[in-house]
């Protein structure tokens, strides 16, 4: 019984920290209600895990994070390489800037789907599906707690852990045993 009140807390909680996190950023063009839904393309209200650490605010994480993306060609949004240059991922290399802002052209949405605190310097995670939608995975936008050091991790990632709502892992799967 303990168990389910926890979980009862946690999703609480999670429902409150979107809820504020959608009214205060003031989001427009989400129709959706439901910050769980996963299986439509369209962004539900960004969902907010947050450990509370004193850096950044998690509006503002996903404020910096959007326009990172934004600034770095990943959307349909215009982008001006001299004012922001482009940040390389992992293996990414090209001698002309033009033709890494053409292969990243619209391949991730503009608005964040969700955020989360994560590791012991509470470094945030910014969600965003990607174009054409992959079922629970998404791109990341990795940053420490006072939002400096912007970067797309260079992996995906599973949307239900930004969400909060991965389940908990087993024996088996912390020591890679099968």
Same mark, same amino acid.
Not at 12 to 18: D, Q, Y
Not at 19 to 40: I, L, V, Y
Not at 56 to 63: E, M, T
């Given at each position: %019984?303990?168990?389910?009140?926890?979980?009862?807390?946690?999703?609480?909680?999670?429902?409150?920290?979107?809820? $504020?996190?959608?009214? /205060? /950023?003031?989001?427009?063009?989400?129709?959706?209600?439901?910050?769980? &839904?996963?299986?439509?393309? @369209?962004?539900?209200? +960004?969902? #907010?895990?947050?450990?509370? !650490?004193?850096?950044?605010? $998690?509006?503002?994480?996903? @404020?910096?994070? &959007?326009?990172?993306?934004?600034?770095?060609?990943?959307?349909?949004?215009?982008?001006?390489?001299? @004012?922001?240059?482009?940040?390389? &991922?992992?293996?990414?290399?090209?001698?002309?800037?033009? !033709?890494?802002?053409?292969?990243?052209?619209?391949?991730?949405?503009?608005?964040? %789907?969700?955020?989360?605190?994560?590791?012991?310097?509470?470094?945030?995670? #910014?969600?965003?599906?990607?174009? +054409?939608?992959?079922?629970?995975?998404?791109?990341?936008?990795?940053?420490? /707690?006072?939002?400096?050091?912007?970067?797309?991790? +260079?992996?995906?990632?599973? &949307?239900?852990?930004? %969400?909060?709502?991965?389940?908990?892992? !087993?024996?088996?799967?912390?020591?890679?045993?099968?």
């Amino acid at each position: %019984m303990k168990l389910y009140h926890i979980l009862l807390y946690s999703l609480l909680s999670i429902g409150l920290l979107a809820f $504020a996190c959608n009214n /205060s /950023s003031k989001r427009k063009g989400d129709t959706s209600t439901n910050a769980t &839904e996963t299986t439509t393309v @369209q962004s539900p209200p +960004p969902t #907010v895990s947050s450990k509370g !650490s004193g850096g950044i605010s $998690a509006v503002k994480a996903l @404020q910096q994070a &959007e326009a990172f993306v934004a600034a770095q060609g990943y959307t349909d949004a215009a982008v001006d390489y001299q @004012q922001h240059p482009i940040t390389y &991922e992992k293996g990414e290399f090209a001698t002309d800037t033009s !033709s890494i802002l053409e292969f990243r052209k619209n391949t991730l949405e503009s608005k964040a %789907m969700g955020a989360r605190q994560y590791g012991k310097n509470f470094s945030w995670a #910014v969600g965003f599906r990607q174009i +054409p939608y992959e079922n629970n995975t998404v791109r990341v936008v990795v940053m420490d /707690s006072l939002g400096k050091n912007m970067k797309i991790a +260079p992996q995906n990632m599973r &949307e239900d852990w930004i %969400m909060g709502l991965e389940a908990q892992p !087993s024996k088996d799967d912390e020591t890679g045993d099968e």
